[in-house]
């Protein structure tokens, strides 16, 4: 499991001589030289920077706001200037950690936010200047920011829980019921869906079944817009999410999982609500095989990272077995017998054994 981390030569990371000329550089102000070799260090690491490229990181933080913003507009042009242009998305957030909206300019914030996009996570403190100039600039943020501002608030909350939330809550809560672009079924749903009401509701659910009043609610706004068109428009949206993201994501360091290969932790919230006003409106026989792919697809392990999403695995069996029907049960065995997580293959056993009960069925027959 150790391989991606271990392919990376230790030498990409220590260059004591290379550190040293970046501080000789730094205290001759000199920097039209330091963002040449600056540049040059992404380009050979990667634009990955620990070990010494941490040292390097902690260097340029001391350096006084305006100076480390006119770094930053050196550094694009010199990374553009090279052929091909070279990746230093991560060192410019390195660089403009701690300066203010005040004295970042819009053509550096664009471009922070350009870069940011293609990020898993970002400094919640960068992101949030970020975002206060564009709007200044612009009127909104764009929904490529917004949705690494929500990537960003998911893993610091879990993390470091008093860091991120405060600072992006003034422009993640407007936007709430709007799913993060990139990837192609929240696309989709944005713009299908007949009422935000409905994706907001869909973002509440919580826990491994819907709670009563949540399927009240659900139910009855499901009946408002129409059964049929929405859990027709649901299907199609579930069809989707197996689909390569549409704005892929940059893997930030060695590490065991692909970004790219699991979703997007707001927009799996959403998927597990709209999975669960499936299951508490009358269904329809479509229901069983769009929730069956669907399962199949989230379950499916993702090396370094376990099931791509055992919250939507597990809010797909509740599904299926809701439904409580003989094609129902039956793509619950077909499930199970394809080899899954112990957690999710202990769900799957239960239901059948349930459901099967239930319908007066012989599951081995199915």
Known sequence: MLTAMLDRPWSRDQYPERLDLVRRLIAAADDDKLAAELVDLAAATGDVWR???????????????????????????????????????????????????????????????????????????????VAEVTE??????PPPLLAVMRRTAHRYTKDRPLEAW??????????????????????????????????????????ARPAPRWARRGADLVAELGVEPVRALIRG??????????????????????????????????????????????????????????????????????????MVAHACVYALERFTTVPAVRELTRLRSIGQPPGIAGALTAAIARRSVALGVDPARL
């Open 237 to 310: 949206w579930l069809a989707l999410v197996p689909r390569p993201r549409t704005i892929p994501l940059r893997d930030p360091a060695p590490r065991l999982a692909d970004p790219n290969t699991v979703p997007d932790p707001y927009n799996a919230r959403a998927l597990r609500g709209l999975v669960y006003l499936l299951a508490v409106t009358p269904h329809h026989p479509d229901d069983v095989a769009a929730v069956g792919r669907l399962a199949q697809h989230a379950a499916e392990k993702v090396p370094g990272h376990g099931p791509r999403s055992q």
């Open 136 to 141: 200044r600039e612009t009127g909104a943020v």
């Open 51 to 129: 070990y010494d490229g941490a040292q390097v990181r902690r260097a340029l933080e001391d350096l006084p706001a305006a100076r480390r913003h006119a770094l930053i507009l050196r550094l694009v042009d010199r990374a553009g200037s090279e052929a091909p242009p070279v990746g230093i998305d991560a060192l410019l957030v390195a660089v403009a950690a701690g300066i203010g909206p005040d004295t970042l300019s819009w053509r550096a914030a664009r471009r922070l936010g350009e870069g940011a996009a293609a990020a898993e996570a970002v400094d919640p403190g960068v992101l949030a200047v």
């Open 166 to 207: 405060p600072r992006l809550r003034p422009w993640l809560e407007p936007a709430a019921g709007v799913l993060s672009v990139g990837e192609a079924w929240a696309e989709a749903v944005n713009a299908q869906a007949p009422s935000r009401e409905l994706l907001v509701h869909a973002l509440t659910a919580a826990g």
